[in-house]
Protein backbone atom coordinates (compact mmCIF):
# COMPACT_ATOMS: atom_id res chain seq x y z
CA UNK A 1 0.00 0.00 0.00
CA UNK A 2 1.38 3.39 -0.69
CA UNK A 3 0.69 6.35 0.88
CA UNK A 4 -1.74 8.89 -0.28
CA UNK A 5 -0.56 12.76 -1.17
CA UNK A 6 -1.64 14.57 1.78
CA UNK A 7 -4.49 16.69 0.34
CA UNK A 8 -6.46 13.66 -1.03
CA UNK A 9 -7.38 13.45 2.55
CA UNK A 10 -9.15 17.23 3.01
CA UNK A 11 -10.49 16.70 -0.90
CA UNK A 12 -12.07 13.74 0.52
CA UNK A 13 -13.37 15.35 3.33
CA UNK A 14 -14.94 18.22 1.14
CA UNK A 15 -16.33 15.56 -1.39
CA UNK A 16 -18.35 13.66 1.50
CA UNK A 17 -19.25 17.10 3.36
CA UNK A 18 -20.40 18.56 -0.10
CA UNK A 19 -22.50 15.77 -0.61
CA UNK A 20 -23.75 15.18 2.62
CA UNK A 21 -24.94 19.02 2.80
CA UNK A 22 -26.14 18.96 -0.80
CA UNK A 23 -29.60 20.26 -2.43
CA UNK A 24 -30.59 19.00 -5.57
CA UNK A 25 -27.38 19.70 -7.87
CA UNK A 26 -27.72 21.49 -10.78
CA UNK A 27 -27.17 20.24 -14.61
CA UNK A 28 -26.25 23.15 -15.89
CA UNK A 29 -23.37 23.43 -13.68
CA UNK A 30 -20.04 21.19 -13.80
CA UNK A 31 -19.72 18.48 -10.88
CA UNK A 32 -16.65 20.44 -9.61
CA UNK A 33 -19.11 23.54 -9.19
CA UNK A 34 -22.05 21.72 -7.59
CA UNK A 35 -19.23 20.51 -4.80
CA UNK A 36 -18.47 23.50 -4.22
CA UNK A 37 -22.06 24.62 -3.51
CA UNK A 38 -22.57 21.62 -1.81
CA UNK A 39 -20.92 23.62 0.82
CA UNK A 40 -21.55 27.29 0.03
CA UNK A 41 -25.35 26.99 -1.07
CA UNK A 42 -25.74 26.01 3.09
CA UNK A 43 -27.20 29.19 4.90
CA UNK A 44 -24.92 30.13 7.65
CA UNK A 45 -21.31 29.75 6.01
CA UNK A 46 -19.66 32.62 6.52
CA UNK A 47 -16.18 34.22 7.35
CA UNK A 48 -14.80 36.28 10.10
CA UNK A 49 -12.52 39.02 9.81
CA UNK A 50 -9.42 40.36 11.66
CA UNK A 51 -12.06 43.28 12.53
CA UNK A 52 -14.87 41.10 13.55
CA UNK A 53 -17.04 41.50 10.47
CA UNK A 54 -18.15 38.59 8.95
CA UNK A 55 -18.61 37.97 5.68
CA UNK A 56 -21.50 35.75 4.50
CA UNK A 57 -20.30 32.49 2.11
CA UNK A 58 -22.66 31.30 1.09
CA UNK A 59 -23.93 31.67 -3.01
CA UNK A 60 -27.12 31.47 -5.01
CA UNK A 61 -26.46 28.51 -6.91
CA UNK A 62 -29.51 29.64 -8.82
CA UNK A 63 -28.46 32.82 -9.07
CA UNK A 64 -24.79 31.58 -10.48
CA UNK A 65 -26.00 29.68 -12.48
CA UNK A 66 -28.00 32.39 -14.17
CA UNK A 67 -24.99 34.72 -14.03
CA UNK A 68 -22.97 35.60 -17.11
CA UNK A 69 -19.65 33.83 -15.53
CA UNK A 70 -21.88 30.74 -14.99
CA UNK A 71 -20.21 28.94 -17.28
CA UNK A 72 -16.83 30.14 -16.02
CA UNK A 73 -17.06 27.74 -13.07
CA UNK A 74 -16.42 28.51 -9.21
CA UNK A 75 -12.24 27.94 -9.88
CA UNK A 76 -12.19 30.43 -12.82
CA UNK A 77 -12.56 33.32 -10.00
CA UNK A 78 -11.66 31.14 -6.79
CA UNK A 79 -8.18 29.98 -7.98
CA UNK A 80 -6.11 30.41 -5.19
CA UNK A 81 -8.21 28.23 -3.34
CA UNK A 82 -6.22 24.79 -2.78
CA UNK A 83 -8.95 21.69 -2.47
CA UNK A 84 -6.11 20.21 -0.09
CA UNK A 85 -6.11 23.07 2.16
CA UNK A 86 -9.48 24.42 1.62
CA UNK A 87 -11.01 25.89 4.05
CA UNK A 88 -7.69 25.69 6.52
CA UNK A 89 -5.67 28.16 4.37
CA UNK A 90 -8.00 31.08 3.19
CA UNK A 91 -6.30 34.33 3.55
CA UNK A 92 -7.16 36.42 6.19
CA UNK A 93 -8.31 39.74 5.53
CA UNK A 94 -9.03 42.82 8.28
CA UNK A 95 -12.30 43.57 6.87
CA UNK A 96 -14.95 43.00 4.11
CA UNK A 97 -14.19 45.82 2.70
CA UNK A 98 -10.34 44.80 2.55
CA UNK A 99 -11.32 41.51 0.86
CA UNK A 100 -13.38 43.30 -1.69
CA UNK A 101 -10.77 45.30 -3.05
CA UNK A 102 -8.03 42.76 -3.38
CA UNK A 103 -10.78 40.70 -5.26
CA UNK A 104 -10.90 43.45 -7.72
CA UNK A 105 -7.39 41.91 -9.19
CA UNK A 106 -9.10 38.68 -9.69
CA UNK A 107 -11.86 40.87 -12.16
CA UNK A 108 -8.68 42.28 -13.84
CA UNK A 109 -7.59 39.41 -15.04
CA UNK A 110 -10.43 38.56 -17.92
CA UNK A 111 -11.36 42.48 -17.66
CA UNK A 112 -8.58 44.29 -18.28
CA UNK A 113 -10.16 47.01 -20.19
CA UNK A 114 -12.70 47.94 -18.12
CA UNK A 115 -10.25 47.79 -15.37
CA UNK A 116 -7.98 50.34 -16.75
CA UNK A 117 -11.08 52.64 -17.67
CA UNK A 118 -12.01 52.48 -14.09
CA UNK A 119 -8.73 53.65 -12.53
CA UNK A 120 -9.49 56.80 -14.16
CA UNK A 121 -12.85 57.07 -12.90
CA UNK A 122 -14.35 58.82 -9.93
CA UNK A 123 -14.63 55.42 -7.78
CA UNK A 124 -11.02 55.10 -8.15
CA UNK A 125 -10.37 58.05 -7.01
CA UNK A 126 -12.36 58.15 -4.32
CA UNK A 127 -11.08 54.06 -3.69
CA UNK A 128 -7.56 55.94 -3.46
CA UNK A 129 -8.57 58.99 -1.18
CA UNK A 130 -9.51 55.87 1.28
CA UNK A 131 -13.21 56.25 0.32
CA UNK A 132 -14.96 53.07 2.29
CA UNK A 133 -18.01 53.81 0.35
CA UNK A 134 -16.85 53.95 -3.15
CA UNK A 135 -17.69 50.76 -5.17
CA UNK A 136 -15.18 47.83 -5.86
CA UNK A 137 -15.94 45.38 -8.91
CA UNK A 138 -18.22 43.66 -6.87
CA UNK A 139 -20.18 46.59 -5.62
CA UNK A 140 -21.66 47.61 -9.00
CA UNK A 141 -21.92 44.23 -11.05
CA UNK A 142 -22.70 41.67 -7.18
CA UNK A 143 -19.89 38.72 -7.24
CA UNK A 144 -21.86 35.75 -8.13
CA UNK A 145 -24.78 36.74 -9.46
CA UNK A 146 -23.36 38.67 -12.37
CA UNK A 147 -26.01 39.67 -14.86
CA UNK A 148 -26.43 42.28 -18.03
CA UNK A 149 -28.47 44.88 -15.60
CA UNK A 150 -29.05 48.20 -16.96
CA UNK A 151 -26.63 50.85 -15.69
CA UNK A 152 -29.53 52.41 -14.11
CA UNK A 153 -30.34 49.80 -12.07
CA UNK A 154 -26.83 49.21 -11.19
CA UNK A 155 -26.17 52.97 -10.18
CA UNK A 156 -29.43 53.75 -8.35
CA UNK A 157 -28.20 51.01 -6.32
CA UNK A 158 -26.12 53.17 -4.30
CA UNK A 159 -27.69 56.63 -5.85
CA UNK A 160 -31.41 56.41 -4.98
CA UNK A 161 -31.64 60.24 -4.79
CA UNK A 162 -30.36 60.40 -8.53
CA UNK A 163 -33.80 61.38 -9.98
CA UNK A 164 -34.81 63.82 -7.31
CA UNK A 165 -31.73 65.25 -8.26
CA UNK A 166 -31.70 65.43 -11.35
CA UNK A 167 -35.33 66.84 -11.10
CA UNK A 168 -33.91 70.26 -10.05
CA UNK A 169 -32.77 71.30 -13.21
CA UNK A 170 -33.18 68.53 -15.99
CA UNK A 171 -36.24 68.83 -17.91
CA UNK A 172 -38.47 65.76 -18.05
CA UNK A 173 -35.58 64.21 -16.13
CA UNK A 174 -37.48 60.58 -15.57
CA UNK A 175 -37.81 60.44 -19.05
CA UNK A 176 -34.04 60.67 -19.31
CA UNK A 177 -33.31 58.75 -16.51
CA UNK A 178 -35.67 56.03 -18.65
CA UNK A 179 -33.73 56.42 -22.22
CA UNK A 180 -29.97 57.97 -21.96
CA UNK A 181 -27.83 55.54 -19.98
CA UNK A 182 -26.19 57.42 -16.73
CA UNK A 183 -22.43 56.61 -18.24
CA UNK A 184 -24.12 58.34 -21.36
CA UNK A 185 -23.45 62.05 -19.32
CA UNK A 186 -21.23 60.44 -16.67
CA UNK A 187 -18.72 59.51 -18.66
CA UNK A 188 -17.93 62.35 -20.97
CA UNK A 189 -15.05 61.32 -22.73
CA UNK A 190 -16.87 57.97 -23.62
CA UNK A 191 -18.57 57.62 -27.58
CA UNK A 192 -22.36 56.53 -27.22
CA UNK A 193 -25.13 55.76 -29.78
CA UNK A 194 -28.25 55.52 -30.34
CA UNK A 195 -29.74 52.21 -29.81
CA UNK A 196 -32.93 51.32 -31.17
CA UNK A 197 -33.75 48.30 -29.19
CA UNK A 198 -37.39 46.64 -30.24
CA UNK A 199 -40.25 46.73 -27.12
CA UNK A 200 -43.35 44.41 -27.22
CA UNK A 201 -46.38 46.47 -25.60
CA UNK A 202 -47.81 43.02 -25.09
CA UNK A 203 -46.24 42.62 -22.26
CA UNK A 204 -44.40 45.72 -21.60
CA UNK A 205 -40.99 44.60 -21.66
CA UNK A 206 -38.35 44.59 -24.27
CA UNK A 207 -38.63 42.05 -26.39
CA UNK A 208 -36.31 39.69 -26.29
CA UNK A 209 -34.90 36.06 -28.22
CA UNK A 210 -35.82 32.56 -26.56
CA UNK A 211 -31.96 30.56 -26.14
CA UNK A 212 -32.07 28.40 -28.93
CA UNK A 213 -34.51 30.40 -31.67
CA UNK A 214 -32.31 32.88 -32.41
CA UNK A 215 -34.15 34.76 -34.98
CA UNK A 216 -33.41 38.65 -35.17
CA UNK A 217 -30.03 38.98 -36.19
CA UNK A 218 -31.27 36.23 -39.36
CA UNK A 219 -33.73 38.58 -40.02
CA UNK A 220 -31.66 41.57 -39.99
CA UNK A 221 -29.38 40.43 -42.49
CA UNK A 222 -31.82 39.38 -45.02
CA UNK A 223 -33.23 42.72 -44.74
CA UNK A 224 -30.03 44.27 -44.61
CA UNK A 225 -29.35 43.22 -48.61
CA UNK A 226 -25.93 45.28 -48.98
CA UNK A 227 -24.52 44.60 -45.31
CA UNK A 228 -24.07 48.64 -45.07
CA UNK A 229 -26.10 48.76 -42.38
CA UNK A 230 -30.31 49.72 -42.56
CA UNK A 231 -31.36 52.36 -44.45
CA UNK A 232 -34.92 54.32 -44.03
CA UNK A 233 -36.63 51.47 -46.58
CA UNK A 234 -34.98 48.30 -44.97
CA UNK A 235 -36.03 49.26 -41.15
CA UNK A 236 -39.20 49.93 -42.48
CA UNK A 237 -39.36 46.48 -43.85
CA UNK A 238 -37.65 45.17 -40.89
CA UNK A 239 -40.67 46.30 -39.19
CA UNK A 240 -43.59 45.31 -41.39
CA UNK A 241 -41.26 41.66 -40.88
CA UNK A 242 -41.52 41.91 -36.99
CA UNK A 243 -45.76 42.70 -37.12
CA UNK A 244 -46.96 40.99 -39.77
CA UNK A 245 -49.95 42.53 -41.38
CA UNK A 246 -53.05 42.56 -38.70
CA UNK A 247 -50.77 42.60 -35.36
CA UNK A 248 -52.86 43.07 -32.83
CA UNK A 249 -49.69 44.97 -30.42
CA UNK A 250 -47.23 45.60 -32.72
CA UNK A 251 -43.81 45.80 -31.33
CA UNK A 252 -41.92 49.14 -31.89
CA UNK A 253 -38.48 49.75 -31.55
CA UNK A 254 -37.45 52.71 -28.58
CA UNK A 255 -34.14 54.44 -28.77
CA UNK A 256 -31.73 54.70 -25.84
CA UNK A 257 -28.47 56.51 -25.40
CA UNK A 258 -26.07 54.12 -25.19
CA UNK A 259 -22.19 53.79 -25.17
CA UNK A 260 -20.67 52.24 -27.79
CA UNK A 261 -18.42 50.29 -25.73
CA UNK A 262 -19.46 49.07 -22.28
CA UNK A 263 -16.08 48.96 -20.90
CA UNK A 264 -16.31 52.82 -21.19
CA UNK A 265 -18.96 52.64 -18.90
CA UNK A 266 -16.28 52.03 -16.30
CA UNK A 267 -14.75 55.72 -16.49
CA UNK A 268 -17.42 58.08 -14.39
CA UNK A 269 -16.08 61.17 -13.80
CA UNK A 270 -16.66 63.20 -11.01
CA UNK A 271 -20.39 64.74 -11.44
CA UNK A 272 -18.54 68.17 -12.00
CA UNK A 273 -17.25 66.89 -15.35
CA UNK A 274 -20.67 65.17 -16.52
CA UNK A 275 -22.30 66.63 -19.73
CA UNK A 276 -25.15 69.11 -18.51
CA UNK A 277 -25.31 70.74 -22.27
CA UNK A 278 -28.50 69.91 -23.48
CA UNK A 279 -27.14 70.54 -27.50
CA UNK A 280 -24.62 67.94 -26.79
CA UNK A 281 -27.26 65.43 -27.72
CA UNK A 282 -30.09 68.22 -28.49
CA UNK A 283 -28.70 68.94 -32.01
CA UNK A 284 -28.38 68.06 -35.80
CA UNK A 285 -25.84 65.73 -36.26
CA UNK A 286 -24.82 65.23 -32.57
CA UNK A 287 -22.20 62.73 -31.83
CA UNK A 288 -24.98 59.93 -29.84
CA UNK A 289 -27.02 60.29 -33.07
CA UNK A 290 -23.89 59.44 -35.85
CA UNK A 291 -23.90 55.67 -34.46
CA UNK A 292 -27.62 53.57 -34.88
CA UNK A 293 -27.66 50.04 -33.99
CA UNK A 294 -31.52 48.18 -33.45
CA UNK A 295 -31.54 45.73 -31.30
CA UNK A 296 -33.50 42.93 -29.30
CA UNK A 297 -32.43 41.46 -25.71
CA UNK A 298 -30.60 38.22 -26.28
CA UNK A 299 -31.47 35.22 -24.37
CA UNK A 300 -29.10 36.41 -21.79
CA UNK A 301 -30.41 39.66 -21.56
CA UNK A 302 -27.34 41.16 -23.31
CA UNK A 303 -28.37 43.13 -26.38
CA UNK A 304 -27.98 41.64 -29.63
CA UNK A 305 -27.34 44.15 -32.26
CA UNK A 306 -27.58 44.93 -35.97
CA UNK A 307 -25.88 48.52 -37.61
CA UNK A 308 -28.20 50.78 -38.70
CA UNK A 309 -27.78 54.36 -40.65
CA UNK A 310 -28.20 58.03 -39.13
CA UNK A 311 -30.71 58.61 -41.87
CA UNK A 312 -33.15 56.57 -40.85
CA UNK A 313 -33.45 58.59 -37.75
CA UNK A 314 -35.21 61.85 -39.62
CA UNK A 315 -36.60 60.22 -42.40
CA UNK A 316 -40.11 60.63 -43.74
CA UNK A 317 -40.47 56.59 -43.07
CA UNK A 318 -40.05 57.19 -39.22
CA UNK A 319 -43.34 58.05 -38.56
CA UNK A 320 -43.92 54.42 -39.51
CA UNK A 321 -40.63 52.60 -38.71
CA UNK A 322 -39.69 54.97 -35.46
CA UNK A 323 -43.49 55.88 -34.06
CA UNK A 324 -41.95 55.83 -30.45
CA UNK A 325 -38.37 57.04 -30.84
CA UNK A 326 -38.06 60.96 -31.37
CA UNK A 327 -35.24 63.40 -29.73
CA UNK A 328 -35.08 67.45 -30.52
CA UNK A 329 -32.05 67.50 -32.76
CA UNK A 330 -30.84 64.62 -33.19
CA UNK A 331 -34.36 63.13 -35.00
CA UNK A 332 -34.88 66.46 -36.87
CA UNK A 333 -36.33 65.58 -40.17
CA UNK A 334 -34.61 67.15 -43.64
CA UNK A 335 -38.06 67.20 -44.81
CA UNK A 336 -39.67 69.28 -42.25
CA UNK A 337 -36.48 71.44 -42.48
CA UNK A 338 -37.56 72.11 -45.84
CA UNK A 339 -41.52 72.66 -45.44
CA UNK A 340 -40.16 75.63 -42.96
CA UNK A 341 -38.21 77.42 -44.93
CA UNK A 342 -40.81 77.11 -47.69
CA UNK A 343 -43.28 78.05 -44.85
CA UNK A 344 -40.58 81.42 -44.13
CA UNK A 345 -40.18 81.98 -47.75
CA UNK A 346 -44.15 82.23 -48.29
CA UNK A 347 -44.67 83.84 -45.06
CA UNK A 348 -42.79 86.76 -46.07
CA UNK A 349 -43.02 86.06 -50.19
CA UNK A 350 -46.63 86.25 -50.25
CA UNK A 351 -46.66 90.01 -48.52
CA UNK A 352 -43.20 91.44 -50.40
CA UNK A 353 -44.86 90.20 -53.89
CA UNK A 354 -48.75 91.56 -53.08
CA UNK A 355 -47.11 94.77 -52.16
CA UNK A 356 -45.27 94.59 -55.17
CA UNK A 357 -48.33 94.92 -57.41
CA UNK A 358 -50.15 97.32 -55.57
CA UNK A 359 -46.96 99.41 -56.16
CA UNK A 360 -47.32 99.08 -59.65
CA UNK A 361 -50.72 99.85 -59.65
CA UNK A 362 -50.79 102.69 -57.93
CA UNK A 363 -51.10 105.09 -61.11
CA UNK A 364 -54.18 103.13 -61.89
CA UNK A 365 -55.45 103.01 -58.91
CA UNK A 366 -55.19 106.58 -58.32
CA UNK A 367 -56.34 107.22 -62.02
CA UNK A 368 -59.93 105.93 -61.24
CA UNK A 369 -60.60 107.65 -57.59
CA UNK B 1 -62.81 110.64 -48.73
CA UNK B 2 -65.98 109.34 -47.04
CA UNK B 3 -67.50 110.44 -43.46
CA UNK B 4 -66.10 107.18 -41.01
CA UNK B 5 -68.17 105.96 -38.97
CA UNK B 6 -66.77 104.37 -35.57
CA UNK B 7 -68.44 100.77 -34.00
CA UNK B 8 -67.35 99.13 -31.35
CA UNK B 9 -65.92 95.57 -32.84
CA UNK B 10 -63.45 94.24 -30.56
CA UNK B 11 -64.48 93.73 -26.78
CA UNK B 12 -61.65 94.09 -23.80
CA UNK B 13 -61.23 90.72 -23.52
CA UNK B 14 -60.70 89.56 -27.06
CA UNK B 15 -58.23 92.76 -27.17
CA UNK B 16 -56.35 91.34 -24.71
CA UNK B 17 -56.11 87.72 -25.75
CA UNK B 18 -55.24 88.73 -28.67
CA UNK B 19 -52.09 90.99 -27.85
CA UNK B 20 -51.37 88.56 -25.92
CA UNK B 21 -51.94 85.64 -28.03
CA UNK B 22 -49.65 87.63 -30.71
CA UNK B 23 -46.46 87.81 -28.38
CA UNK B 24 -46.89 84.78 -27.05
CA UNK B 25 -47.07 82.98 -30.86
CA UNK B 26 -44.16 85.53 -31.53
CA UNK B 27 -42.45 83.70 -28.30
CA UNK B 28 -43.21 80.38 -28.88
CA UNK B 29 -42.03 80.67 -32.49
CA UNK B 30 -38.68 82.00 -31.43
CA UNK B 31 -37.59 79.58 -28.65
CA UNK B 32 -39.13 77.06 -31.25
CA UNK B 33 -37.03 77.70 -33.85
CA UNK B 34 -34.28 77.82 -31.04
CA UNK B 35 -34.78 74.63 -29.54
CA UNK B 36 -35.02 72.84 -33.21
CA UNK B 37 -32.20 74.73 -34.82
CA UNK B 38 -29.62 75.13 -31.82
CA UNK B 39 -26.91 74.36 -34.20
CA UNK B 40 -28.40 77.44 -36.35
CA UNK B 41 -29.09 79.95 -34.05
CA UNK B 42 -27.91 81.39 -30.62
CA UNK B 43 -30.61 83.32 -29.20
CA UNK B 44 -29.92 82.36 -26.21
CA UNK B 45 -29.15 78.58 -24.50
CA UNK B 46 -30.73 75.23 -25.14
CA UNK B 47 -32.47 74.95 -21.36
CA UNK B 48 -33.28 78.79 -21.22
CA UNK B 49 -35.69 78.41 -24.32
CA UNK B 50 -36.99 75.14 -23.49
CA UNK B 51 -38.22 76.86 -20.12
CA UNK B 52 -39.20 79.87 -22.04
CA UNK B 53 -41.19 77.73 -24.52
CA UNK B 54 -42.77 75.91 -21.59
CA UNK B 55 -43.73 79.05 -19.32
CA UNK B 56 -44.96 81.07 -22.28
CA UNK B 57 -46.98 77.74 -23.85
CA UNK B 58 -49.25 77.29 -20.63
CA UNK B 59 -49.85 80.96 -20.30
CA UNK B 60 -51.11 80.44 -23.93
CA UNK B 61 -52.88 77.66 -23.44
CA UNK B 62 -55.02 79.90 -20.10
CA UNK B 63 -54.97 82.52 -22.75
CA UNK B 64 -57.32 80.62 -25.05
CA UNK B 65 -59.86 79.80 -22.18
CA UNK B 66 -60.22 83.55 -21.59
CA UNK B 67 -61.07 83.81 -25.40
CA UNK B 68 -63.62 80.55 -25.04
CA UNK B 69 -65.15 81.69 -22.08
CA UNK B 70 -65.91 85.01 -23.26
CA UNK B 71 -66.89 83.88 -26.37
CA UNK B 72 -69.27 80.97 -25.21
CA UNK B 73 -70.89 83.42 -22.26
CA UNK B 74 -71.64 86.14 -24.40
CA UNK B 75 -73.56 87.12 -27.68
CA UNK B 76 -70.30 87.99 -29.48
CA UNK B 77 -69.90 84.24 -30.25
CA UNK B 78 -72.15 85.46 -33.17
CA UNK B 79 -69.17 86.40 -35.14
CA UNK B 80 -67.91 82.78 -35.16
CA UNK B 81 -71.87 81.67 -36.40
CA UNK B 82 -70.85 80.01 -39.83
CA UNK B 83 -72.65 80.75 -42.66
CA UNK B 84 -75.21 78.00 -43.47
CA UNK B 85 -75.75 78.27 -46.63
CA UNK B 86 -72.46 76.24 -48.87
CA UNK B 87 -73.38 78.39 -51.92
CA UNK B 88 -73.28 81.56 -50.07
CA UNK B 89 -70.44 81.08 -48.55
CA UNK B 90 -68.28 79.80 -51.31
CA UNK B 91 -69.32 82.90 -53.13
CA UNK B 92 -68.54 85.05 -50.43
CA UNK B 93 -64.85 83.50 -50.20
CA UNK B 94 -64.94 83.63 -53.83
CA UNK B 95 -65.51 87.36 -53.87
CA UNK B 96 -62.87 88.04 -50.98
CA UNK B 97 -60.32 86.10 -52.92
CA UNK B 98 -60.87 88.12 -56.01
CA UNK B 99 -61.11 91.06 -53.92
CA UNK B 100 -57.36 90.21 -52.92
CA UNK B 101 -55.99 88.64 -55.81
CA UNK B 102 -57.18 91.33 -58.03
CA UNK B 103 -59.72 93.98 -57.01
CA UNK B 104 -57.81 95.66 -54.34
CA UNK B 105 -54.84 96.17 -57.14
CA UNK B 106 -57.72 98.54 -58.89
CA UNK B 107 -59.01 99.86 -56.20
CA UNK B 108 -62.43 98.19 -56.13
CA UNK B 109 -64.10 97.98 -52.77
CA UNK B 110 -63.67 95.67 -50.14
CA UNK B 111 -66.77 93.18 -50.75
CA UNK B 112 -67.07 92.63 -47.08
CA UNK B 113 -69.27 94.93 -44.82
CA UNK B 114 -68.10 94.79 -41.16
CA UNK B 115 -70.32 95.52 -38.83
CA UNK B 116 -70.28 94.20 -34.47
CA UNK B 117 -71.41 91.08 -35.14
CA UNK B 118 -70.09 90.48 -38.65
CA UNK B 119 -66.77 90.98 -38.25
CA UNK B 120 -65.19 88.52 -40.22
CA UNK B 121 -65.15 88.23 -43.81
CA UNK B 122 -66.35 84.80 -45.46
CA UNK B 123 -62.49 83.72 -45.68
CA UNK B 124 -61.90 84.92 -42.46
CA UNK B 125 -64.79 83.23 -40.72
CA UNK B 126 -63.78 79.94 -41.92
CA UNK B 127 -60.18 80.21 -41.31
CA UNK B 128 -61.02 81.32 -37.61
CA UNK B 129 -62.74 78.28 -37.21
CA UNK B 130 -60.31 76.13 -38.39
CA UNK B 131 -57.29 77.45 -36.57
CA UNK B 132 -59.14 78.12 -33.26
CA UNK B 133 -60.94 74.88 -32.93
CA UNK B 134 -58.84 72.45 -34.52
CA UNK B 135 -55.37 73.81 -35.11
CA UNK B 136 -54.52 75.92 -31.98
CA UNK B 137 -56.24 73.36 -29.68
CA UNK B 138 -54.37 70.61 -31.26
CA UNK B 139 -51.43 72.82 -31.04
CA UNK B 140 -51.59 73.03 -27.05
CA UNK B 141 -52.24 68.90 -26.94
CA UNK B 142 -49.45 68.04 -28.80
CA UNK B 143 -47.13 70.44 -26.87
CA UNK B 144 -48.67 69.60 -23.19
CA UNK B 145 -48.06 65.90 -23.97
CA UNK B 146 -44.37 66.64 -25.00
CA UNK B 147 -43.81 68.74 -22.02
CA UNK B 148 -44.20 65.61 -19.91
CA UNK B 149 -44.04 62.73 -22.43
CA UNK B 150 -43.43 60.21 -19.26
CA UNK B 151 -46.45 61.87 -17.58
CA UNK B 152 -48.43 61.81 -21.08
CA UNK B 153 -47.52 58.38 -21.92
CA UNK B 154 -50.80 56.75 -22.31
CA UNK B 155 -52.04 59.19 -24.54
CA UNK B 156 -48.99 59.58 -26.81
CA UNK B 157 -49.34 55.71 -27.18
CA UNK B 158 -53.20 56.64 -27.67
CA UNK B 159 -52.18 59.49 -30.63
CA UNK B 160 -49.67 56.56 -32.29
CA UNK B 161 -46.11 58.16 -30.83
CA UNK B 162 -44.02 60.63 -29.69
CA UNK B 163 -43.11 60.96 -33.25
CA UNK B 164 -46.44 61.69 -34.71
CA UNK B 165 -47.19 63.95 -31.79
CA UNK B 166 -44.04 65.61 -32.69
CA UNK B 167 -44.21 65.79 -36.62
CA UNK B 168 -47.93 67.26 -35.96
CA UNK B 169 -46.73 70.14 -33.53
CA UNK B 170 -43.99 70.97 -35.95
CA UNK B 171 -46.31 71.18 -38.98
CA UNK B 172 -48.39 73.08 -36.87
CA UNK B 173 -44.98 75.61 -35.45
CA UNK B 174 -44.96 75.47 -39.64
CA UNK B 175 -48.31 76.58 -39.96
CA UNK B 176 -48.71 79.02 -37.80
CA UNK B 177 -44.96 80.44 -38.31
CA UNK B 178 -46.44 81.59 -41.99
CA UNK B 179 -49.24 82.97 -40.46
CA UNK B 180 -47.62 85.01 -38.36
CA UNK B 181 -46.13 86.85 -40.85
CA UNK B 182 -48.99 86.95 -43.51
CA UNK B 183 -51.34 88.16 -40.80
CA UNK B 184 -50.41 91.74 -40.21
CA UNK B 185 -49.79 92.15 -43.59
CA UNK B 186 -53.26 91.65 -44.50
CA UNK B 187 -53.94 93.47 -41.06
CA UNK B 188 -52.91 96.48 -42.94
CA UNK B 189 -55.17 96.40 -46.01
CA UNK B 190 -57.87 98.28 -44.05
CA UNK B 191 -59.02 102.00 -45.92
CA UNK B 192 -55.27 103.04 -43.87
CA UNK B 193 -52.38 100.70 -42.92
CA UNK B 194 -52.80 101.10 -39.33
CA UNK B 195 -56.81 101.26 -38.70
CA UNK B 196 -57.52 97.54 -38.05
CA UNK B 197 -54.15 97.89 -35.65
CA UNK B 198 -55.48 100.76 -33.98
CA UNK B 199 -58.63 99.10 -33.79
CA UNK B 200 -57.55 95.84 -31.56
CA UNK B 201 -56.11 98.52 -29.36
CA UNK B 202 -59.25 100.74 -28.51
CA UNK B 203 -61.73 98.29 -30.06
CA UNK B 204 -63.19 100.59 -32.59
CA UNK B 205 -63.32 100.02 -36.27
CA UNK B 206 -64.05 102.62 -38.44
CA UNK B 207 -66.24 102.17 -41.23
CA UNK B 208 -68.06 103.98 -44.54
CA UNK B 209 -71.44 105.74 -43.31
Redesign the interface.
Known amino acids: MTNSAPWVGSAAVLLAAALMFAGPASAALTDGDNACLGCHGQEGLQKTFGKGESLPLRVDGAAFEGSVHAPLGCAACHSDVELKTHPAAGKSFDSVRAYSVAKAAVCEQCHEDAFKQHEGSVHAKRMREGSALAPTCTGCHGAHAVTPKTAYQTCVGCHSAALAAHQQWLPNAALHHEVVSCAACHAPAALRMVDLRLHDPATKTWAAEKAGEPWFEKLARSVDANGNGLDARELLDLVKRINPAGSAAPKAFRGRIELRSNVEAHRLSDKAAAIRACDVCHREGAEPFRNVVVSVAGPDGRPLRHAAQQEILGAASAVVSLPEFYAIGGTRSPLLDVLFVVALLGGAGFPLGHMAVRWLFRKYRASRE | MTDMQRIYVHPLPVRIWHWANALGFIALILTGVQ ?5 LIGLM ?3 AA ?2 LH ?1 WVGWVLVGNFFIWLGFYLFTDKIRVYHPELSPVKHFRDSFRQLQY ?1 GYG ?4 DPNPHHLSAYHKFNALQSMAYQIIMLLLVPLQFVTGVLLW ?3 RFSGAV ?1 FF ?5 V ?2 VH ?2 L ?3 F ?6 HP ?1 LASLGHTPSAHFKAMITGYEEVDE
Open positions: IRYVDSFRVSNYIFKGDLKEGGVRVDTVLFIFTAFILVY
